[in-house]
């Protein structure tokens, strides 16, 4: 036999990825299985539990057919964060759909907490929203029948996505909740690192109902495929471990992943409440956390979606065509992007994303991919209030393939842009984990793209920037 690999499992939005590293790094394999999501007018974005679940399971079945399980030493498991699931703690059957973190089918109900914005930020470094999982519970609690039938017979369980899987696919059952996707509850507090009983009684939350709160770095159980077991050892969210993707955490980077959505993370030492900012952690073991100031765009990769369902029009063309283009189209419309909800900095969960101005299919693309960086551009200045610009940012996810949005945001924040070449910065940072983070794990080559100071883009995001402060009332 051959030597050693750790399994990163990736349980995105789209697809669950399973793939097997060498100690030092090599990629040595890995299967894909995509996943159906259900969305509807009301603001139901979907998925099947059980779909999850197989999907899983179908994708560590075909990686063991390239790569041995017997070979497997260790596995870890980086899951969508703000993502919700009630289930059975009789039988592990599922009583809820999972409702994804772009779910806001209970902003109104959630906007008769307003008053105590500050407070939630407060206990949970988080803003008021709905895409987090307390509104989400809320929500099943008080119209799904089944959940309120196991709640008042004390057998229910519900939480983060990532402890539902955990649940069913662990040879122990448990029921334990890691830092990273309790944070995204708003139920958990990343100064007490435990369940906040304040936030359990303002929404209306038995603590009964919720896993127990663990780090990151955890003896989670045993994964048993292929015929092996194999101990699981991190769990966390898939944002959480893109960082790591190039090695140990640069505290003078910050790290924009640009996929369905945009996350711009920022390493601090503590923990930091800087609203409109997010405070999240990012690892958690028995002796350290890593926390981040955390920018949220929801609409990147989820714009362009956006963008070929209302035009009709082909966005991968159109991205191929603008990957070299010039940076600034002065007669390009501007977008006001909203989609999937108005994150940060602005936090504008019902906004309506629409063009200002008019042009062809390929400028609307333009003004769409314009939108994302200067968002990612907005939450940079905000966090450049509480800590130095940073030396450089950090490229990755699908989107960041793109040159001209690289080379935009090189642009906009006036530092390099360095892009690794693994487009799968999350297998890649969860399996550096697994593996103990060492020293020696190979990182992907990068490429640089150094900041052109294009006045006419820069312009162009000032206009920009007062439009969505009048649009937004911000």
Not at 49 to 59: D, G, I, K, W
Not at 205 to 229: K, N
Request: proline share 6%; with cysteine; aromatic share 6%.
């Amino acid at each position: 036999m051959t030597g050693g690999v750790v399994v990163a499992i990736d349980q995105g939005g789209h697809a669950t990825r399973a793939s097997a590293y060498s100690p030092a790094g090599a990629l040595e394999g890995a299967a894909l299985v995509t996943i159906a999501t259900q969305r509807n007018a009301l603001g139901h974005v979907e998925h099947d539990p059980e779909e999850l679940v197989a999907s899983v399971r179908t994708a560590l079945a075909e990686l063991a057919a390239l790569v041995p399980a017997d070979r497997w030493t260790a596995a870890g498991l980086a899951v969508q964060r703000s993502s919700l699931v009630c289930w059975s703690a009789d039988d592990g059957r599922a009583l809820s759909p999972v409702l994804s973190w772009q779910d806001t089918r209970n902003a109104a109900w959630l906007r008769g907490l307003a008053r105590r914005a500050e407070e939630v930020q407060r206990l949970t470094g988080l803003t008021l929203s709905p895409h987090y999982g307390a509104s989400k519970l809320r929500w099943c609690l008080d119209h799904l029948p089944e959940v309120r039938a196991a709640a008042a017979q004390s057998r229910l369980r519900a939480g983060p996505l990532a402890s539902w899987l955990l649940h069913r696919l662990l040879e122990e059952r448990p029921a334990l909740s890691d830092a990273s996707t309790a944070a995204r509850t708003l139920l958990w507090s990343p100064f007490r690192r435990d369940w906040s009983p304040e936030l359990l009684e303002m929404f209306g939350i038995p603590r009964a109902v919720l896993p127990r709160a663990t780090g990151t770095s955890h003896d989670f159980g045993t994964l048993v495929a292929a015929g092996a077991r194999v101990p699981l050892v991190v769990c966390t969210g898939d944002q959480s471990v893109v960082p790591f993707a190039a090695g140990a955490l640069d505290f003078d980077a910050a790290y924009v992943n640009l996929g369905t959505g945009a996350f711009v993370l920022r390493p601090t030492a503590d923990a930091l409440c800087a609203p409109p900012l997010l405070t999240s952690v990012i690892r958690m073991d028995g002796q350290d956390t890593d926390f981040v100031l955390e920018g949220s765009v929801n609409g990147a990769g989820a714009a362009l979606d956006w963008y070929e369902r209302h035009q009709g029009a082909a966005a991968d063309r159109m991205l191929a065509l603008l990957g070299d283009g010039e940076l600034a189209d002065e007669g390009a419309p501007f977008f006001l992007n909203g989609v999937a909800g108005l994150a940060s900095p602005f936090w504008k969960p019902d906004f309506e994303s629409r063009f200002v101005g008019d042009g062809t299919d390929l400028q609307l693309c333009r003004a769409v991919l314009e939108s994302v960086a200067f968002l990612v551009k907005a939450n940079l200045d905000e966090m450049d209030r509480h800590r130095p610009a940073p030396e450089r940012l950090v490229a990755s996810g699908g989107l960041a393939e793109n040159r001209l949005l690289c080379r935009m945001l090189a642009c906009l924040s006036g530092a390099p842009v360095d892009r690794g070449s693994d487009r799968e910065a999350t297998s890649r940072g969860l399996a550096f984990q697994v593996a103990g983070m060492p020293e020696d794990f190979e990182a992907p080559p990068v490429e640089r793209f150094e900041p052109d100071a294009d006045q006419r883009l820069l312009a162009r995001y000032l206009k920009w920037l007062a439009l969505m402060r009048e649009a937004s009332g911000s």
